[in-house]
């Protein structure tokens, strides 16, 4: 409902009104609450005062009343003789007449002579006639607590002329006193103390007993009640603390708050029918006002959803309004026309290419997925050999003519029997064709190609064109998988020579063979498909084995076992392959630990990729490990090879320099297969040349390999290097080799790589020979 404009309206219009309300009722009613404390403040201010002044004036009279007693000749006489029965019974009926609760007769030295009542007597007594006789023995009046109750005290001096004594009277704060008060007051009155009970303050008070019970227990510390005017847990007394000048007695003073309560819920109550009186008034205006205003909104609103809907490519007429609405209404007209322009722009270039006008790899997978499978037909992609060293040498507008021109050529060969014509990337084109394609298609399609395209005047190219073709009936019914095979045939034309390739089964199984070999490799690590075998080097001349050469073995649970160099080729691909020789590394010098614990200083050499030796740290990768095994540089041997020299000669020979300097020794593989083996060999900082086996396996029938291997070796020699064959396979190829004094020799001729125990045991076995 709030997500129309009226409805959003009408509630802006009722919360707009209702905050101004509330926020003048609030402020109301603060305000009143505020004047009806200040006011019951100013009430109970008022009534303490009168309490004071009550007191005070009863205290006057107290003491005019015990003054007539004390100017008494017969009563001055008694005091001097001290007749005890005498001034009891006077005492007493003098006390009686003036309604005092206690009367008593105390020495000049502040010694209690006679009581009308057994009192616990304190020093109090004495301590006031001596604090009045140092002040000239005037009359005293004051508060004092006799028995946990608090009593008004008058002290009197008797003259003879010196004082002979003093007469007190004392008359209870009770019950009597607390009406009294009331009386006057029209304030409920209480005298109260301290008790150890559940029930804190005790006493006497004017309040109804519910009433009292309750508000005492909800006063906590009378001391903030001293200090203030609190109210009680239902707020309806507000109650103040009155200072008798004794420490365990107070009064305190009740104003009853309920009419003041009662006027301010009223006011509330006034309030509450008038903001509902208000919202209702604003509610009936809101909708009316949203009406009249959100009527021209909502014809915009409908001929908006129109144009959005785009059911029609027709224009739609737009509501004649007047005003602002009227210019909006103009704007969202010429807005639909534009967005009509878009549309068909944006639509022509979802599906085309802009470069050349055909279509592009948008376009044709969603043809394919609506015309997939088929069966007669086939998709024939094209690819310009070289184009990006066309548009390095001759820039990109050349390229881009070269696109635009083989586009139109190709439109005018496909004429008929195209279904769709594509630019897939930036040197692919793409035919879907509606008859099936043979050899001599494509032969006649690349005489047709093969003609110069002018760039520009006076200036022509000639492509070279390489030609895939996947028939649908080699098409699956899924886009993703046919685009995938015909990019596996397109790989394969663009590296070979031949005139057309076309798709053949088995190819895609191939491709998911590779996939499969690249993705399992984490796992193949931890589940120990792979593993590690050790190829002896055998010393030519001591005919010893203390070196060998770690060769890696997998298993696949499915594929079976594959040969090495297809998996490290693919992973090196992948950019995985530094993943294996980390794992490599460990697992040799985890092997090399126990060897070498047990007394048998064997040197295993590890190979490395074209990868590996890019990544300047992998000297301190090295070192690392050989710390972690607890083992020597000299455990280690690092094999590389030349063309993985020449990927980044700078950088490679720094890191080769590096483990060089660590102690590490380094050999260069498969010597003498490479392009510029002689002229970078003296740059290289290698300590092992080895001679790749295409010249050590026939060595012994084929005379040309005699020669080089022996001219390899004393050049080797020359520049101060060891010299490994590996390869061997035979007795007379091993006699060769030492006689040209061959430092290390490694072939089938002593031992096919072993796994670690049975490459134990063999060099035993050789070493007892």
Known sequence: ??????????????????????????????????????????????????????????????????????????????????????????????????????SLLVSPRGEVITVTQEIEMSNTISELVLSARRSGGASISTMIDFDNRAYQLVLVPVRAPNVIAWVGMAFSLDQVLAEQIKNVTGLDISFVYETNDEEKLAGFSTLPTDEKVRLFNSIGDINDVLEYPIFSNDEKYLSLGVDLGIPTQWGIIHLPYGPWLESYNNTRSQLILIFTGVLALALLFGVALARNMTQPIGRLVEYASQIGRGSSKESIEAPSVSGEFGVLSNTMKVMQESIINREEELTYRASHDQLTGLFNQSAVEHYLSEALPKTTGALVLLNIRQFKQINNMLGFDVGNVLLSKMAERLQQ????????????????????SNKDIACQDCSDLKRFLHDEFEVEKGSSIRLDISIAVLPFEYATASVNSAMRRLDIVADKAREESELCVFYKEGQDEDHRRRLMIIRDLPIALESNQLFVVYQPKVGGALNDCHEAEALI?????????????????????????????????????????????????????VNLSAHDLVDEELPETVAKALKTYGLPERALALEVTESAVMKDRVKVIGVLKALQEMGIHLAIDDFGTGQSSLSYLRELPVNEVKIDRAFIQYIDTNKGDEFITKATIELSHSLGFQVTAEGAENAEGVALLNQYHCDKIQGYFFSKPLVAEEFYKWREAFHSR
């Open 553 to 605: 073995r997998w298993v696949h649970p499915e594929l079976g076992f594959l040969p090495p160099d297809e998996f490290i080729s693919l992973l090196e691909h992948a950019g995985n392959i530094q993943v294996l020789t980390k794992w490599v590394l460990n697992t040799v010098l985890s092997q090399l630990s126990q060897w070498w614990a047990q007394g048998h200083e064997i040197r295993v050499a």
């Open 1 to 102: 409902m709030l997500k129309s404009f009226q409805a959003r309206l009408i509630m802006f219009v009722l919360i707009l009104l209702a905050l101004a309300q509330l926020g003048t009722a609030l402020a109301v009613l603060s305000s009143l609450k505020k004047d009806n404390y200040r006011q019951g403040v100013d009430s109970i201010d008022v009534s303490r005062k009168v309490f004071d002044l009550l007191l005070e004036a009863r205290a006057e009279q107290l003491t005019k009343g015990v003054e007539i007693l004390t100017s008494d000749f017969g009563f001055k006489q008694a005091v001097a003789t001290r007749e005890t029965g005498t001034l009891q019974s006077v005492l007493q009926n003098h006390g009686a007449r003036i309604n005092a609760d206690i």
């Open 413 to 432: 060969y496909w004429k008929k029997d195209a279904l769709m014509l594509a630019r897939m990337s930036a040197d692919k084109f793409l035919v879907i």
